[in-house]
Each structure stands twice: as C-alpha cells, then as structure tokens.
C-alpha cells in the first residue's frame, strides 16, 4: 500500500521498467531503481527527486501511450516529486502554497514590502524619499542598515529554517543517516553533477520537446538561472562582509566586487529565466503537469524581477528615481525569500540530495558493499 495513488502509479511504472530496462543508459533514475526490488515510498519519492524531467525516456518507451501499459515516467515521477515538496514542507500548514497561484502571492508580497519602505522614508521625510542620493551609505538614507538588516536577516533566516526542516524531512523519508550528507566523495559527485546538469541531457541529445527535435537549451538556460542566482548571492555576502568587517557602506563603484557579481548575475537572472519561460512553453504537454506551472512560473517571474529590478538600481541609482527603485528591488528579494520554502526553489535542495544518495550507493556498489 501507498500512500497517494501518484506513489502506486511510480511503483507500477518502475516495475515495468525495472523488468524492460531499456533507458538504463539514459539518467540516474534507472541505474537507482535496478537496484531495489520493490519500492516503498521514500524509494519512489528518492526516484521522483533524482528525476530532471527531460522526457528522453517518454520519447524512448515502446510501452508510452497509446500502449495499454500507459507508461509515462517524466509526468508520473514529476506529480509525484510535487507530492513530496507538499509533504516535507514546514509549517505544514503552508504546505497547500505549492498548489495555489504563487505568482499572486509573490507579488503581493512584493509590492507590499515595497510600499512599506516607501511608506518608511516618506513618513521620516518625503524629501529623502524622492531626492537625489550618492556615495556611500546612499541607500541607508531611505532606510538605516540596522532596519533593512533585520527585515532581510529575518526572512532569510526563516527560508533557511524551513528548507532545513524540509531537507530533513526527504532525508527520513528516504531512509538515509545523515552522516551520508557529509561523505567528501559522494558529496563531490553530486555537486559535479548538479554543477553540470547532467542528468537534464536527455541520454546526451537534449530534452524533449512538442517538435519532438531535443535540444540543450534549457539546460544552457537553467544554467544561467542557477549561476545568476548564485552570483547574486555571493554578490549580497561580499557586501554584507565589507559592511561589517571594513566598514564600507554601499552602493559601490561599478568596478568594486559585490557590483561586478551582482551585475553578472543579475544578467544571467534576465537571460535564464526569459529562456525557461520559453522553453515551458515549448515542451510536449504529455510530458509535465499542467497543476504546477502556477509554481514554476511564479519561481521564474520572482527571478526576473529581482535581476531586472537589481539592474534597474545599479543603472539608476544617482539620480531621483533612486528611493522607489531600491523599495521595489527589496520588495522582491524579500518575496523570493519567504516563497523559497514552498515554491519550485526547493526542486533544487532535494534533487542534490538525492544525487548525493545516488553517488553514495554508486560508491557502495563499487566497493562491493
Ligand atoms: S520507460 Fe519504457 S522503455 Fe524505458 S525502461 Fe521504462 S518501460 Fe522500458
Ligand atoms: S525524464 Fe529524463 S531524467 Fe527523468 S527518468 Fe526519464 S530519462 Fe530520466
């Protein structure tokens, strides 16, 4: 017994497959489940999560439909991976965010911060608000540090909180000790091959699409995505660093590090998401789950908005425009990071863990354990 009927849908699926084996070659998918001979729960949402959806599989299968056994692996596994972000989020009660419009609440959220810190400097001198601001600490006139540090302190450390309790959640499921978590060479593996996408090269043509001609372009476009994101990170930590230990204010000059990351990432933030976006709609419908592209379209557009509204500032920030500019760029970052939890941010946390999984019984294999 199962405990949704998605679940009892993948454990038909990769028992036929596990008796056929025809895409062994494709994905870690296959080579995961040959090595189990029945599948509980928390092996088909370990299957779902390691699954990167790029339909090669669908393609391939002599049993697709209009076949009798009706194998569908890419969408079986992809509402079933949906399943799994629900039931590991935390607050359970938030769960249900995952099924709703996300790109309105995002919004809402969004433009609601935004209008507080507007509502913030006007109240403390509308002057400040709508003036002209340069040089070091410009920013912190609209908003002192310490506020806008504890308003984005918290919010991240929240997502940070949720995501943790919700790893820890897929890695019980699972049935993993957490000392695998930790293993160097399982660990390096899985982020080699997260790092490259590996498993999104649809057995090395590309992933599939309606035109049925495979291409590499959403794994180019994730990559810009994934890159971008993590340049603006790294941007926001550098300043964070040169804020408290050598008491440098921003906004920085063009040529100072955390604008130069931020820049490149905020470029790849345009770039990526614009080409996901592209590339939904471009995808075979048999393939994906019409129920969660409010999810994905909502984590594409927040994104989008925080590169375009990060640039915005960078390219604006002398001149009167740069109060509003700097409200609505926070309004975004602070949306991103409260949905990070339940949104399609978290496909990410738990596909690189079970890849870590993946490598680690690759590695048991190996050494004959
Ligand atoms: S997806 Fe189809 S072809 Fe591939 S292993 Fe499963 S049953 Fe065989
Ligand atoms: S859709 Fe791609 S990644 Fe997923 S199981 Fe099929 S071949 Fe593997």
């Known amino acids: 017994m199962h405990g949704t009927r ?3 849908e993948a454990d038909r699926l990769m028992t036929v497959c596990n008796s056929c084996r025809y895409c062994e070659g494709l994905c870690a998918v296959f080579p995961a489940m040959e090595m189990r ?35 569908n692996v890419p969408k079986t596994l ?22 709703r419009n996300g790109l309105v609440i ?26 002209r601001h340069s040089g070091p600490g410009a920013f912190y006139r609209l908003m002192p540090h310490n506020a806008m540090a504890a308003l984005f302190g918290a919010a991240l450390l929240y997502a940070f909180i949720a995501l943790a309790v919700g790893l820890r959640a897929f890695w019980r499921d699972i049935g993993e000790p957490a000392r695998t978590l930790a293993e160097p060479a399982s660990l390096w593996q899985a ?6 996408l590996r498993y999104l090269d649809g057995g090395g043509v590309g992933c599939v699409n309606a035109d049925e001609r495979p291409g590499d372009r959403r794994r180019l476009f994730h990559h810009f995505t994934f890159y971008g994101f993590a340049l603006c990170f790294a941007a926001t930590s550098v300043a964070t660093l040169y804020h408290y230990l050598l008491a440098r204010e921003a906004p920085y000059p063009w040529w100072d590090l955390p604008v130069l990351l931020g820049t490149l990432g905020g470029v790849g933030l345009l770039i990526g998401p614009v080409g996901l976006w592209v590339e939904k709609s471009r995808r075979d419908k048999a393939l994906v789950d019409a129920d969660q592209a409010g999810m994905e379209r909502a984590f594409i557009a927040m994104l989008f908005l925080t590169g375009l509204s990060g640039l915005a500032l960078l390219l604006w920030r002398e001149t009167a425009a740069i109060g509003v500019l700097l409200a609505l760029h926070l309004g975004f970052v602070f949306a991103l990071f409260i949905t990070l939890p339940y949104g399609k941010f978290v496909h990410g946390l738990y596909r690189f863990a079970a890849l870590v999984r993946y490598a680690h019984e690759r590695k048991m294999m190996a050494d004959g354990a």
């Open 106 to 131: 995002a919004l809402t959220a969004s433009l609601s911060v935004a209008a507080f810190v507007i509502g913030f400097a006007a109240f403390n001198d509308t002057a400040m608000l709508l003036g």
């Open 6 to 8: 998605i679940l009892a």
């Open 191 to 196: 982020i080699r091959d997260a790092g490259q």
């Open 78 to 99: 992809s509402i079933a991976r949906a399943g799994s972000y629900a039931a590991y989020a935390w607050p359970r009660a938030l769960s249900g965010a995952f099924a």
């Open 37 to 71: 001979r029945s599948f509980e729960d928390g092996d088909l949402n370990y299957l779902a999560n390691l699954c990167h959806a790029c339909g090669a599989c669908y393609t391939d299968c002599q049993f697709s439909p209009p076949h009798e056994y009706n194998v």
